[in-house]
């Protein structure tokens, strides 16, 4: 059944056009809006907000996957994935694809789970750098008070622990792709004050600012499809959350609540080339959904990490 076309709305840019029976309602969507099989064409949802659980992406355009990445302090938020097909076509990836080899497995709560280098668990979110990753620094506020030089050190520590792939249980690096540091840029984030991923611009920001309370720090990433393989990683967006919390690049004996910089940073760059949360049980990954409060441990990469890593590199 085709629709009335709603000609007059109060709000001209929440106009939207019906076919074929799709009317979207004016503000945030929710994935039962526009659910998977819907059209970004017939339903004009292309650069529309659609949230899930409190996170939340912009509807990219036909052949565009964006995907949220949230790090939340109590572990409880999850990858959210929207990918629109060349013809239009919509669908979701509400949880991470697992692994093949070991699968993530929860264990007895209470325990601190395996050692870093026992433990083989790692998820995939579906996208890859096929070859170098370029970044920009955002030139506002960085995390722990860093100036941008400080900010940049680290930063390329993190990346460089994933494209080098940095561990202490003795494998060789696995990871052929790269990155490129470029310069401080105006540009921000393309995340906003909710955590959501905004339109991309064409340019990978790490910055920092306001995010929802709960997030320590988001990624937002996009990718174009690619036949046969892994998407196509397109930029890759981070924001810290430093108007909740504290971060320090050196945790000391007496931290109580500093996020360490680096171990977070390493943790956002293994979502920048494809790697999913891993759950309760595998606390010693750098990929464990939790958050990384006065530890360095995550600075370093787990077994699972790395064998995550080498399925996709
Ligand atoms: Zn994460």
Known sequence: ????????????????????????????LTADDLPTGS???????????????????????????????ALAVDGSRHGFTLAVAADGTISYGLEAHAGSGERPRASAAGTAGRAACADG???????????????????????????PRE??????????????????????????????YHSLTRR?????????????????VWDAGELSRELVATTCSWSRRVRGGPDWLKEADVRFN???????????????????????????AGHVFGLAHVGPGHENQTMFTNSFACTTGARALGRGDVLGLSALY
């Not at 017939?42 to 355009?61: I, N």
């Not at 921000?188 to 990978?204: F, L, P």
Request: proline fraction near 4%; charged fraction near 20%; aromatic fraction near 6%.
């Open 1 to 28: 059944m085709t629709l009335a076309v709603p000609l007059a709305t109060a709000d001209s840019s929440t106009l939207t056009q019906a076919v074929d029976g799709c009317v979207l309602p004016p503000g945030v």
């Open 39 to 69: 059209s970004v064409l017939d339903c004009a949802a292309v650069g529309r907000l659609v949230t899930h659980e409190g996170v939340g992406v912009t509807v990219p355009e036909p052949g565009m996957t964006v995907g949220v990445d």
């Open 121 to 147: 668990a790692y998820a995939l979110s579906g996208h890859k750098e096929y070859g170098t990753y370029d970044w920009w620094l955002g030139d506002d506020t960085l995390p722990g008070g860093l100036t």
């Open 151 to 180: 900010a940049r050190r680290v930063f390329e520590q993190a990346i460089g622990t994933i494209t080098g792939t940095r561990n202490d249980c003795g494998y060789d690096d696995v990871v052929g792709a790269r990155a490129k």
């Open 188 to 204: 921000e984030a393309g995340i906003d004050r909710k955590g959501h991923c905004t339109a991309r611009d064409g340019q990978s």
């Open 242 to 268: 430093t108007s909740d919390y504290t971060f320090t690049n050196n945790p000391a004996d007496d931290c109580t609540g500093a996020y360490d910089i680096r171990s977070v940073a390493t943790h956002e």
